[in-house]
């Protein structure tokens, strides 16, 4: 079983788009749905565009931290979670040549990353996939799911991690929100 | 330029095979000869095994190891190191559950992995390649260069960091030795 999953920006898929924000960075393309398989390193001819990304251990999270997700954070596909966003991430070089306690003062210490996600944790469900190692346009492909009922707290959280200290090492981000397509 | 490489185990390559022992966990077939290329991500189907790595950022190092690690460091391709090691490792998932402060102590509070390799630049060059995320059967492919007359200190070194903590969780473990080849 694979820990590799692509993203498929096409005419068909488990999502339909509802919108794509560039907001740094070159854009994405307008698709009307995203389809999202277990695949390989494989590139996918499939759609207008594929995002590949790679679910791996965490990189920052320390263990009081990660006990404190766990009790706490919700599955994804939750019946009610019909609302999703899909936001691909890039980071400077600057930010890659950062120590590893250098980064995670400014993850956590200074920007509050975990600490800001557990105030919204059950409501909003995540997920994160690694791309930087495979030569993939962007660092990361963040995944949200929430219910419509949380769709103001789910803005509220995008928009507090944007004013962080760790945002001003991001130099592509493209916002895509989604909702889930009926089977 | 892609941060990915093949090391191909096979009949031709820069550097001549002189034994492989296998040290924990499954062997690797023996060869004559390895060769190193940049990559992509597509599975190579030269020689008689390939393993894929990515060079990437640091993921333990402290600002000021970097910079002690830095300041003393030797290049690859030194014209009188013509000893090589090719090590690839994989860690058990236990390891790969644990929290980033939890590794973080196994591997140098404990295990002193940093500061033993200190000991032993600028003699014996060192690069570290990661597989986990692209599906390999190692976790990583660790890469040591050094003249004949530090054979003695690699041999010192490796056997050091087989004895820590930190190897408890490596549950395989191929020791392949190398000599540059004549051009």
Redesign the interface.
């Known amino acids: 079983m ?3 999953f692509d993203f498929t920006g096409g005419a068909s898929g488990q999502w339909n788009v509802t919108r794509i924000t560039p907001v740094r960075g070159e854009p994405l393309v307008h698709v009307p749905c995203l389809n999202i398989v277990s695949a ?4 996918s001819d499939h759609g207008l565009w594929t995002l590949k990304g ?1 679910r ?8 009081n ?2 006990e404190k997700l766990q009790s706490i954070q919700a599955n994804l596909a939750r019946p009610e979670a019909t609302h999703a966003a899909l936001i691909p991430i890039r980071k400077s070089e600057d930010w ?7 980064r ?1 003062k400014i993850f956590e210490a200074q920007s509050k990353h975990i600490e800001t996600g557990l105030k919204y944790l059950p409501a909003i469900a995540r997920r994160l996939y ?1 791309c ?4 993939e346009p962007f660092d990361f492909l963040t995944w949200f799911e929430y219910a419509p009922k949380d769709a103001d707290a789910f803005e509220e959280l995008v928009r507090m991690l944007r004013t962080t200290e760790e945002w001003k090492f991001v130099d592509r981000e493209v916002d895509i929100r989604l909702i889930r397509a009926r089977e």
């Open positions: 694979s820990n590799i390989s390193l494989t590139k790679v791996s251990n965490l990189r920052y999270t320390e263990k931290e990660q890659w040549k950062l120590a590893q306690d250098d995670r690694h930087r190692d495979l030569n």
